[in-house]
């Protein structure tokens, strides 16, 4: 508990609150640098959920590889992670188990040759039967059950893959996607095309789970609470091209596979996946796989191979995860911007400088996907992941300008071309900048939301519009350049932000949890622009912040919030949310609110273990799960049964990125120092 001086940190000049800062700020600082790659960058597990492993499973059954050495350790990670009530669930401690993701996961246990009698499965059966059953799966489960001889393709959703010659001017041109869609969208075609299942051994089939017969089942998506034109259209769409495919009537079919084809291997990250994520990479190998490449070929061998690469797995004894994408560049640029914001860049300048040069090394400078669209802009973005050079992000982009900023006066780095690296950056983000003044994480003006209704986009989000949190931080790094905020593109920026405001203050979080993530990407980024940080919407963004700190001081907030309104702000303390508070109320630096920051740093202080915190839950956000890829109204009595999904999020990705603990955290711990001093001053 904090006493009176540590209840307001301008009153701990004879307390001990600032050397307790400052050790914890060395400590994490050592922990950090300790686990540095050999190659300078840093990287942490990326947890998601149990489709991972399941996938893989039946993804190497499908391709031939029943006796891959992987499996019956994907097996026991299953095992591991199997809910008590027999489910698997999306997040870490989940208010329910997801249907799709148990179905996926039996049905892997089941390709292994689990019986039927096993008590896992029994309570995975028992769990799947009191939800309905198989007809409220997904429609991804759907094709991995068809693609398993368990599903009928004729009713999947049919992609036909002549879609790769549809114009980038045309509605359904593949670039109205989002990234990770469109390059799922491809391989997936490509199968759909070919309807081809390699059928579980009789023994293993999942008769158990058709109850009543497969016969008495209905197989059809079932209908939409609220449905439009848009839906009965393309649903009326999808059985008129099922139909010509069964007859025959697909005179361009060959050619167009032929070039989705081409599109796919000319996509192949230099590691060997596709689109630094797992469903481009494993559907891209099995499409290529059934058109006849075999498993020697280079593509497939790369593909395959990158199973083997301890980047992508994590194995603890005799279990092995799978992550469904990497972090480096991310996970980089935030420790090095923890290392300014903590004043420890000079006490490990080997270590930042290795870094530094790392990050400059990884800048894509070659056209990638949204190129398709956006015309006379030269390269200059980062990517996400380790060789993902189709798809950089504006969010890494971002980060790493702010902390290329940091070393562009050195004579040094001057040499080494950090200022042309900079200048391709910041180039590259005013390009990608949507008409509405805001950024979204791929592509520019990707929010064509008709697309959302067509069948095949029910797995979460289909399209990348701006978001709050992406354009918070691209705002913060242009302050950080020196831009004012009367650029025009700047002040776009800035009207955007505004625009989007909660009536109580508070910011969503697109790919952070949740309203504490985008209020606290917000403050900072208008302290830096050089924002009036006295202004009332300022004032009531930071008071929200105060409104929902938890009595032990920290911030925590549920993925649930993102189904239900009343969760909003609300969870257990976490280290990285509370550090995500606390910079933003640096940020806004209130004079009322130093007792909140004070309980706030104290709690990251008490919760310290070994120079780090631990954190099992996810505060990560890959899909809210909304369909529409952006922000919607919460407090409709009808959204679950709209969305398909309660606060268990069956249509959502969520994430733990093993690293956010540590790193936002120390952030948070350095800005609140700098502000201690500055007001001192």
């Not at 980047?311 to 990497?326: K, N, P």
């Not at 003006?445 to 095949?456: Q, R, V």
């Not at 989000?461 to 350049?481: M, N, R, W």
């Not at 109580?504 to 940080?533: C, H, K, Q, S």
Request: proline share 6%.
């Amino acid at each position: 508990m904090l006493d009176e001086s540590q209840a307001h940190p301008r009153a701990t000049k004879n307390s001990n609150f600032e050397t307790q800062l400052s050790h914890a700020i060395d400590a994490a600082g050592g922990w950090i640098a300790a686990r540095q790659k050999p190659e300078g960058y840093w990287v942490g597990r990326l947890e998601s959920n149990a489709c991972m492993e399941a996938q893989w499973m039946l993804a190497l059954w499908f391709l031939g590889l029943e006796d891959h050495h992987l499996r019956p350790r994907l097996a026991e990670s299953l095992r591991q992670t199997q809910r008590e009530d027999g489910s698997w669930e999306i997040y870490h401690d989940a208010p329910a188990g997801d249907i799709n993701t148990t179905v996926e996961a039996y049905a892997a246990l089941r390709s292994m040759g689990v019986g039927t009698e096993d008590p896992a499965l029994q309570k995975a059966r028992a769990w799947i039967a009191s939800k309905g059953g198989l007809k409220n799966i997904r429609v991804f489960t759907r094709y991995w059950l068809a693609l398993i001889g368990e599903w009928p393709w004729t009713k999947t959703p049919n992609i036909p893959p002549e879609v790769i010659y549809f114009p980038n001017w045309f509605p359904f041109s593949i670039y109205n996607f989002a990234q990770w869609a469109r390059a799922t969208l491809m391989p997936i075609a490509v199968l759909s095309a070919r309807r081809p299942s390699r059928p579980l051994p009789p023994e293993s089939r999942l008769d158990e789970l058709f109850p009543e017969g497969r016969g008495a089942f209905d197989y059809e998506l079932p209908p939409k609470l609220g449905a439009d034109f848009w839906d009965g259209f393309f649903r009326v769409t999808d059985k008129l091209l099922h139909a010509g495919q069964s007859v025959g009537l697909t005179p361009f079919r060959e050619g167009a596979v032929k070039t989705a084809l081409e599109w796919i291997i000319r996509h192949q990250d230099a590691d060997g996946v596709w689109g630094g994520i797992q469903p481009p990479w494993i559907y891209s190998l099995m499409a290529l796989y059934n058109e006849g490449y075999a498993l020697d070929h280079a593509v497939l061998e790369k593909g395959l191979g990158a199973l083997d690469d301890p980047r992508w797995r994590d194995d603890v004894e005799s279990a092995t995860w799978i992550q469904a994408s990497t972090s480096p560049v991310w996970d980089t640029v935030l420790t090095l911007l923890a290392f300014d914001d903590a004043d420890l860049t000079d006490k490990h300048r080997e270590s930042a400088e290795a870094a530094v040069q790392w990050v400059l090394d990884q800048q894509v400078l070659r056209p990638g996907d949204w190129s398709e669209k956006v015309k006379g802009v030269e390269p200059g973005g980062w990517a996400f992941e380790y060789k993902n050079y189709y798809y950089p992000d504006t969010d890494d982009t971002a980060v790493a300008l702010i902390v290329l900023s940091q070393f562009r006066n050195d004579p040094k780095w001057k040499e080494r071309g950090i200022e042309r690296a900079i200048e391709r950056g910041v180039n590259w983000l005013f390009g990608m900048q949507c008409k509405g003044g805001g950024w979204g994480a791929f592509d520019k003006d990707n929010d064509k939301t008709y697309l959302t209704k067509i069948p095949f986009c029910d797995f979460g989000e289909a399209l990348d519009p701006p978001s709050v949190d992406v354009t918070a931080h691209i705002v913060e790094a242009f302050g950080k350049l020196g831009f004012s905020k009367d650029h025009p593109k700047v002040a776009k920026a800035i009207a955007y932000l505004k625009s989007e405001q909660e009536d109580d203050g508070a910011w969503f979080g697109r790919w952070g949890v949740n309203y504490i993530y985008g209020t606290g990407a917000v403050l900072p980024a208008l302290e830096a622009i050089g924002e009036d940080m006295r202004q009332p919407y300022v004032t009531k963004a930071a008071n929200w912040l105060v409104s929902y700190q938890n009595d032990d001081g920290g911030w925590g907030e549920s993925c649930a919030s993102y189904m239900d309104v009343k969760l909003k702000g609300a969870g257990k303390s976490t280290a990285s949310q509370t550090g995500w508070a606390l910079m933003g109320l640096a940020a806004a630096a209130v004079p009322e609110h130093e007792g909140a920051i004070a309980r706030g740093v104290q709690f990251l202080l008490e919760n310290q273990r070994g120079g780090t915190w631990d954190e099992p839950e996810y505060t990560g956000t890959g899909f809210p799960g909304y369909g529409v890829g952006a922000t919607i109204k919460l407090g409709d009595p009808l959204l679950e049964e709209r969305l398909k999904q309660g606060t268990e999020l069956s249509r959502a990705f969520m994430i733990n990125y093993n690293l956010y603990r540590h790193y936002f955290p120390l952030m948070a711990l350095g800005r609140v120092r700098t502000m201690l001093a500055n007001s001192e001053r």
